[in-house]
């Protein structure tokens, strides 16, 4: 490729480059950070697999262990070192697995312990390294130590949940998110008191003041690392610990309820304790679903020097995409400002999707035929050159897309059928509730995973637990493997990308252009190279005031295939560049 001539139009528009004025961490000196130590977890790239959606191998409609196993080469190929399962454990399924009745046991619809033990195996073997969920803020009601605990006051499992004897009159108001009526406090008459649950009336949060509780957790997370997993991602971490003489909060405290539930007393004292009894003692990886309401408690949790975690995920970001569009202006600030944060010290995630969200193309892209390929591979470039360990969800390599449900009966989703019923009694307002979900309810991201164009898109022979989105006949895995220019050849493209090029993991990250409302660019440098990240959020061809010299650098990838000799990025078109 001729590289001076692939580069003459591009030359053109980004010819006189403004360094962005305004981002002051980098213009200080090019030493490195000190947060670019180097570590495997840093380096991953990992991906979150969804089994019950992934690939069913036994015909029940639910995807299980076996079909992960049977994906092996296809999860390799991709290039991911690490895969994030979400959990597997035995479970009746309220919320799909994260209310656990034995965290020792594998669910019977996934399988058995001998599939995990040879899932794990494969997947070694391969290179790719597991890291579990593990949901310690609440169990399931079916668990052994909530059917002791509530059985009596005097039981020694009592301690093991939050409970306030009805005697002392009603407890103060607690907001549950997934509760019919947003109570988190559910009265049994068995011992005539009420327990606490944050998310649903049978996911009973765990007393984490009880040292017993604590230790039970430790010897669960050792029975997993023992078995050779390498790390956790931590569910809803951040609200394990509270204030147990449960004070009245101000009326109206649940607009805002992270600031009340999240980072409660001595929840340093736990992460620091669970680090020195088991973190420490294997090369594990840990990450947490939330990081409190600052940069400090972020920090907290995840500085080398606290001997915590390795990471933790916020949701500024994720939570800006709105049906109606969102500013790319705002997107560019959230993600330079954390990065700005953690520049020195710590280390970030870096995610737009997970099982708990809409589909990345549809939220911050553009699913219609036209574009949806291209924002896809846009969207996937994005994450694969932030600084900080990218999270990507599974589907979303094919560019998979909302399937848009609009009658409740389709959906799954616990706290959404909760919160219908809650409309319902309440007289809210039903239709526009269904308009919110059909762009943002999470099912959207839980649809099977289209791999052919088979019946069910060839997930199960079944009859699949949710319905598969129509659109599989077109999006789907076998398609684009024939086809170079898929979403899914360009992201094993950008992944290998990564892992030629260190300085996109650790490398400075410098905001370019700040003010542009429809373009992000950013380099990236670390030990002599530096990279260009030039990427259209837009339908329209918009110009970039860059300015570098690009006429001696080199092209890594364009998403359209090559560059063109216009002036201006064509619609969502991304491009990275080795400029040195
Ligand atoms: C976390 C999980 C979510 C689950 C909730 C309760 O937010 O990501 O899927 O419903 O915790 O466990």
Redesign the pocket.
Known sequence: MNVQKLFLGLLVFVAFVLYSCSNNTDQKSAAQPGNSERKWWKEAVVYQLYPRSFKDADGDGIGDLKGIISKLDYLKSLGINVIWLNPIYQSPND?NG?DISDYRNIMKEFGTMADFDSLLKGMHERGIKLVMDL?VNHSSDEHEWFKQSRSSRNNPYRDYYHWWNADRGKPPYRYSLFDINHDAWRYDSLSDAYYLHY?SRK?PDLNWENPKLRNEVYDIMKFWLDKGIDGFRL??FQFVAKDTTFPVWPQGFEKNFIKYYAMGPHIHDYLQEMNKQVLSKYDAMSVA?GAGNSFEDAHDLVDADRNELNMAYAFDAVDLAKPGGYSVLKLKEIFSRWDSAFAEKGWLSIFLAN??QARLVTRFGNDSDSFRTISSKMLSTFLLTMRGTPYYYNGDELGMTNIRFDKIEDYRDMPTLNEYKHLQQTGGDIPAFMKTISFSCRDNGRTPFQWDNTTNAGFTTGTPWIKVNPNYTTINAAAQEKDSSSCLNYFRKLTQIRRDNLALVYGKYTLLDKDNPDAYAYTREWNGKKILVLLNFRSKPVTVSAGLDVSKGKLLVDNYGGLNSGSQLRPYEAVIIALQ
């Open positions: 919320d994260y949901v998310f996911q569910d809803a679903e099982h708990d």
